[in-house]
């Protein structure tokens, strides 16, 4: 990571919150354009055609966003966790 971009990360990009990260982070791979080839696009296409049609025909396993959610917090919970536990093991 270059200088600059190092600058630019710590000045800007951490007093940001989630929301304007991801917004931020879905802007700049907008404007990087054609990221993927046209082979990856065509791949990414069948599969979200196949994930929507097993899902449309009831055969894709779904589970509740809160679940989802739950799960996202635990595993990031527990990742601070070890970071903590690692830097005072130091």
Known sequence: MTA???KTR???VKKLTPKQR???AEELIISAGG???KEIEEAWEK????RLD???AGKAKTIPSEEVYAEARRKLNESKVRRVSQRRAA
């Open 22 to 24: 991801i917004e931020l």
């Open 54 to 56: 097993a899902y449309e």
């Open 47 to 50: 599969e979200i055609d196949r």
């Open 10 to 12: 710590d000045e800007l």
């Open 35 to 37: 990221y993927a080839t």
């Open 4 to 6: 600059t971009l190092k």
